[in-house]
């Protein structure tokens, strides 16, 4: 059973740059792809191993200006790292609660926050998704409709029944609009519950029995 939505979404994309922040180098991160990744589960566009010289790292001097006095950055220093940016197409804050998500997609080690490395993950992933949602906001006022959402979802890879479309769209938009920090939300949520699944679906048909505990603790860690 392959799981779409997994592969190579969530890598830097030629071209796009957050306000404020260098631009990373190295190979850009191609469309998305069905079925499981090849790297052995990680997230799509994980750095393999930290740089040995990170004051280096262009980011590296952004990072430390970010981040507190213990070097790693938490859900409020994000969100007011990204309303600064702008990234959303306006200067009001970014949803603190899409932060805390963020966070804990890539928080590895559990302390609810990020380091060096996994900061530059989620600027990878943020690139990826601001090019998506920009190609679907054709009107360029800062929303998809949710006939874009629907179109946004699909081009990720995902393959969804419509009632479940439909759940995810009254789940995340307001006054029938998805504004950027809730689409962000929306697909932080799908990439970590179905890498959820995907580990526990060993046989890869589709379907897997959680015990009750398990399940809480997938959906609500995120």
């Known amino acids: 059973m392959a799981y779409p939505g997994y592969g190579g979404y969530g890598g830097p994309m030629q071209g796009m ?19 499981y990744p090849q790297n052995g589960g990680g997230y799509p566009g994980t750095f393999a191993a930290p740089p040995q010289q990170p004051v280096n790292d262009p980011m590296w001097g952004y990072f430390t200006t970010i981040a507190g006095q213990d070097g790693e950055i938490d859900a ?3 969100q007011r790292c ?13 949803s603190l609660e899409t932060c805390r998500i963020m966070i804990a997609m890539l928080d ?30 054709q009107d360029r006022s ?37 504004y950027f920090d809730d689409y962000v939300a929306c697909a932080v949520k799908l990439r970590a ?13 589709g379907a897997v029995n959680f015990q009750y505990d398990d399940f809480i603790l997938c959906t609500m860690s995120i």
Do not use: C
């Open 17 to 35: 740059q957050l306000q404020g922040m260098p631009m990373q180098g190295g190979p850009m991160g191609g469309p998305p792809q069905a079925g």
């Open 76 to 78: 409020e220093e994000l």
């Open 82 to 94: 990204l309303t600064q940016t702008g990234i959303s197409g306006t200067y009001t804050p970014f």
């Open 108 to 137: 590895r080690d559990m302390t609810g926050k990020l380091g060096f490395i996994e900061f530059k993950e989620l600027f990878a992933a943020l690139s990826s998704w601001k090019q998506n949602f920009m190609m679907f906001d």
């Open 142 to 178: 800062g929303t998809v409709e949710p006939h874009e959402m629907t179109q946004s979802i699909s081009a990720m890879g995902y393959r969804i029944s419509p009632q479940a479309l439909n759940a995810v769209i009254k789940r995340y938009s307001k006054a029938g609009r998805i």
């Open 193 to 205: 519950l179905t890498e959820s699944f995907r580990r526990r679906d060993q046989m890869q048909q």
